[in-house]
């Protein structure tokens, strides 16, 4: 089955994407709370039950569609960062983009701050974090991947430093929350507009650019010899890994797990091809995200489980099976 989906990149990515309409529209059936999934659509479709249109519309419906848009842009930054570092192991939050936001995050909620300036901050210490990892990455001649990753590395564990120790001084009556954030939370999130907006832009862009990506991904020399202006696009990928991850730690907190693995995934089942990874790559990261939410607010109701936790407990075994068989031909 995998390799007829592999040889019919545009039959996976059309499956993925039925995949992702299921996902939302278990999310939008299926909570805590209102009646059962057949009551519900009932009661919505003759407008006996107002309460069942409100629930889906302005709860369930912005949080999957939050969900969706945060999990596709995690996937599109772990696809920009192991092209740029040349690294299957690179993440979306290796240059420390996560840690900047964490750190000024839960410094706002010490401080007793609401969900709009908790989003603030973590989106300031986001970009505080990119700009400190890129100006310390400088170098003779620039800098380098290497370079990058491993200032990123160093800059990520000193970020986790400091949120430990606010973790250990901090007030406990908000120790919950700030757990959740750092392991991701989509209660705090608010429209999904954004997350959404970006989405749509940065994946026509990413297709548009799959061939300079294609080539980038196989060495610097090979890029430079056909053609590719090397130094512009890694600053590009740089940039762009570094918005699409702090726009969505900002909203969501901090969801492991996503933009490491799912772009490993998609290159397992349909090659290396970045114009069927990226697509496929935001859809099934997006997919992911929908359906680790969907568990994470009704296995326990109506207690809430960290969403990024389920992530990986969804994603783990999925991707150790794909591991055991032959990956497809670049």
């Not at 832009?201 to 056909?226: E, K, M, S, T, Y």
């Not at 970045?274 to 790559?281: G, L, S």
Request: a positive charge; aromatic letters at 4%; one cysteine or more.
């Amino acid at each position: 089955m995998i390799e007829s989906l592999a040889r019919r990149p545009t039959l996976a990515i059309a499956l993925l994407a039925l995949l992702a309409l299921l996902a939302l529209l278990a999310s939008l059936s299926i909570g805590s709370a209102g009646p059962r999934a057949l009551g519900l659509w009932a009661g919505i479709a003759d407008g006996t039950d107002p309460l069942a249109r409100s629930l889906v519309l302005e709860l369930r419906l912005p949080r999957a569609l939050t969900a969706f848009g945060a999990g596709a842009l995690l996937a599109l930054a772990g696809v920009c960062m192991q092209v740029l570092l040349r690294n299957p192991l690179a993440d979306p939050y290796v240059l420390g983009v996560s840690g900047g936001a964490s750190v000024a995050a839960l410094g706002m909620m010490l401080l007793g701050g609401g969900t709009l300036a908790v989003q603030g901050a973590a989106f300031t210490g986001a970009l505080g974090a990119t700009l400190l990892v890129f100006a310390l990455a400088q170098g003779p001649g620039g800098w380098t991947p290497t370079r990058l990753l491993l200032t990123g590395i160093v800059v990520a564990a000193g970020t986790g430093a400091l949120v430990s120790l606010m973790l250990a001084a901090g007030d406990p009556t908000v120790l919950r929350s700030m757990v959740f954030w750092l392991m991701g939370d989509l209660s705090w999130s608010g429209s999904p507009l954004g997350l959404l907006v970006l989405t749509a832009i940065a994946i026509p862009l990413g297709v548009f650019a799959a061939r300079p990506l294609n080539v980038l991904a196989r060495g610097d020399v090979q890029a430079q010899l056909l053609g590719v202006a090397v130094t512009p696009l890694r600053g590009a990928l740089f940039v762009a890994a570094s918005v699409l991850t702090a726009a969505t730690v900002t909203e969501v907190g901090a969801i492991g797990f996503v933009g490491l693995v799912t772009p490993h995934l998609v290159r397992l089942v349909l090659g290396s091809d970045h114009r069927r990874v990226v697509p496929a790559a935001a859809l099934a990261g997006g997919t992911l995200v929908m359906v680790a939410d969907l568990v994470a607010r009704t296995v326990l109701a109506p207690r809430q489980l960290p969403v990024g936790a389920l992530t990986a407990i969804v994603g783990v075994p999925l991707f150790l099976a794909l591991m055991r068989r032959p990956q497809v031909a670049t």
